[in-house]
């Protein structure tokens, strides 16, 4: 106190206020007069003026604490968690990249250690969003932290489900053309088959162990709803990954389900415990026919656990020749093929269901049927096996997977086709058993070595093979058939049948267009397709549907003259058509057909069949020539909501015609039709 009172004695001045605010009149401030004294004049206060009122700093400070507790409670409780989670994550994804490596490589060994390993790292960052309390509690947000924990469940499923897989079959590693640990890697190729069929008894009932597990990963995944996301954050898009992520899980998860009954009657398919034989039918997709090519050969097999073993391969026309008494041709060969006027077993698969032809194919059998199943495959099931396996040379002619100039097109389509078809001025007995021959060399090469060197490769592209119609199957025994039914390898038109969540009379658009080469050479050889679909939505919500099938032979006619010699495989195409839709479509206009007689104009007949409207037509298609088919109907259903769900059927034999959606005028997709394909179209 004494040194303030020092201070102010040594500045010795007088504060006049007015000079600080004329408005300050009455008041007065003197500095004492003597330093010794200490003492100072008196302050005379107006108390009319206003008063400054005490600040109250309890009503600032409160909310201040409050909000810097909720900061630092925040920044404890959120962001610190969150940012662990973060680190957490990113070492779990780069586990799960190598473990993915690991499967992807085909290598078992590395990926039963990388699995542990991911697990480690999935629960660690599971633990760290479960720290994540206030994200847990808060309403409205709790819903995305609910989501991260559906996300990491699923994944925790994943890995069981991986886990009992890996433990299944690394005994059959070495069958599967995988590294792994296999058990049966001494004996011959045959024993090792033998002994891996004999114990698949055992991995059934672990198959339904997987198929629990893959069933709750799609239940939690179900459970997280893409729309509550933004469509992209910071200009990253972010719904769409959602989207594409659970397609994506939905699609490899659903094929394990799908493949589940066949892969619990694969060891009675396999001839375990009792023998089965198969009848082998190879179809010319050259030569297009509704269930995938032209009937040209066949073979007989039989399968003991696991061994096949040829019985015989024959031309398909030996067959035709031992069918007695002959069958008048139904309409559809009078109508439509060239010259043909008995139903021969060669022109049966005349409904695009594989399962109704191979019935009428049975129907004609001129022997008694006795057979468990048949087995369809094409020439591009042939080029990708020669592709893996190598040349083979049968009968002096070399089979390769080369591309031949002569026809553009893989070496081994051309020489059988030569030898097979070129008119020659003998009688040769052997005309199409050249290909049974060759279908023997390849299933002893793939049989007669160790299966490491091939049988990954093979299997790979037989699943593919599968999945693009180009391997089909028929079998006599009903859960073997539901088995093939559910990996859509059964070449089902959707009648009945579910296919990709199809069902018949709901509000789904349905599309299968089939072509059929009515004594038209090999010229499907040459032809191109492209497809366009356009709706066009009315304003009573009724929905007009255009299609629009272009096709174009570029390549120049072959030597058709028989006096010449010459190989015909472009000459014109005579194609029947037959385009199916949902039941009750009503046809408003069709344009390109023709007359089968005379090539005529000819309008679209409107029929139905396999649970569909059908329009069927025909028309030729000439070498360096073009054709247009244009179909208008109305659907019969009207718009509800803003999409539409349709399910395309691609004919089994084609190698991907090209596909364009248009809605109001507008492009929306564009895509080869390679296998059977469920797409949304927004109207």
């Not at 990708?384 to 097109?409: H, P």
């Amino acid at each position: 106190m004494k040194s303030v009172m020092k201070n102010l004695s040594k500045k010795r001045q007088k504060i006049d206020l007015k000079k600080i605010d004329p408005a300050v009149k009455n008041i007065s401030v003197s500095s004492p007069r003597s330093e010794t004294k200490g003492s100072f004049e008196k302050i005379e206060v107006d108390e009319s003026l206003p008063v400054a009122k005490k600040r109250n700093f309890k009503k600032f400070f409160i909310p201040l604490m409050v909000l810097l507790i909720l900061v630092v409670g925040a920044t404890v409780s959120v962001v610190i968690p969150v940012q662990a989670t973060i680190s957490k994550a990113r070492e779990l994804e780069v586990s799960g990249r190598e473990l993915a490596d690991a499967l992807k490589n085909q290598d078992l060994a590395l990926a039963k250690e990388k699995l542990p390993q991911t697990r480690e790292k999935l629960e660690a960052t599971r633990n760290a969003w479960n720290g994540v309390f206030l994200l847990r509690v808060l309403p409205f947000v709790n819903q995305y932290h609910q989501d991260g924990l559906r996300g990491l469940n699923a994944a925790g499923y994943g890995l069981d489900a991986l886990d009992i897989t890996i433990a299944t079959i690394e005994p059959y590693s070495d069958l599967l053309g995988l590294k792994g640990d296999a058990n049966f890697v001494a004996g011959s190729a045959d024993e090792r088959i033998q002994l891996a069929v004999q114990t698949l008894d055992k991995v059934t009932p672990k198959i339904a162990e997987i198929g629990e597990k893959i069933e709750l990963l799609k239940n939690e995944l179900d459970g997280i709803d893409p729309n509550r996301y933004p469509e992209s954050i910071q200009g990253k898009p972010l719904r769409s990954r959602i989207v594409d992520a659970k397609t994506l899980i939905d699609n490899t998860t659903g094929l394990f389900l799908d493949a589940r009954p066949l892969l619990e009657v694969l060891p009675q398919l396999l001839g375990q415990p009792d023998e089965k034989r198969y009848l082998v039918l190879f179809q010319n997709d050259k030569e297009l026919r509704p269930t995938g090519g032209f009937m040209t050969a066949y073979a007989i097999f039989k399968v003991q656990q696991g061994k096949f073993v040829v019985e015989k391969s024959d031309d398909i026309y030996e067959l035709d020749d031992r069918i007695s008494p002959k069958v008048p041709a139904p309409e559809e060969i009078l109508t439509y093929h060239k010259g043909v006027y008995y139903f021969n077993i060669r022109d049966s698969n005349l409904s695009p269901d594989f399962h109704t032809s191979m019935q009428q194919f049975e129907e004609l059998y001129p022997e008694e049927f006795d057979f468990d199943g048949i087995v369809a495959v094409d020439t591009h099931v042939l080029v990708e096996a020669i592709k893996i396996l190598g040349d083979f040379t049968v009968k002096g002619r070399t089979f390769s997977a080369e591309i031949d100039e002569r026809c553009d097109c893989p070496k081994v389509i051309y020489e059988l086709e030569d030898y097979s078809t070129r008119p020659v001025a003998y009688v040769r007995e052997d005309r199409k058993d050249v290909l049974g021959d060759l279908l023997l060399q390849i299933m002893k090469k793939a049989l007669g070595v160790s299966p490491s060197q091939y049988w990954g490769q093979l299997f790979q592209m037989g699943v593919s093979e599968i999945n693009q119609k180009h391997i089909l199957a028929y079998m006599k025994d009903d859960q073997a058939q539901k088995g093939v039914e559910s990996l859509n390898m059964a070449g089902r038109i959707a009648d009945g049948v579910e296919i990709l969540g199809y069902k018949d009379g709901g509000t789904w658009d349905y599309l299968h267009i089939n072509d059929a080469n009515m004594a038209g050479a090999k010229s499907n050889l040459f032809v191109e397709h492209a497809i366009t679909q356009e709706y066009t939505v009315e304003s009573d919500g009724s929905i007009i549907k255009t299609i629009t099938i272009d096709y174009k032979n570029p390549a120049p006619p072959s030597d058709c003259n028989l006096e010449s010699g010459g190989l015909c495989l472009n000459g014109i195409l005579r194609n029947w058509l037959r385009v199916y839709v949902p039941k009750g479509s009503t046809l408003i206009e069709g344009k390109g057909s023709q007359s089968p007689k005379d090539e005529s104009g000819n309008d679209f007949l409107v029929k139905e069949d396999l649970g569909k409207t059908v329009f069927e037509g025909f028309f030729t298609v000439r070498p360096l020539g073009s054709a247009q088919v244009v179909l208008k109907y109305k659907l019969p259903f009207k718009k509800e909501g803003n999409s539409l769900t349709t399910l395309v059927q691609k004919q089994p034999g084609t190698e991907g015609h090209e596909m364009t959606i248009v809605v109001n005028g507008k492009p929306r997709e564009k895509f080869d039709l390679l296998t059977d394909k469920v797409i949304t179209v927004k109207l």
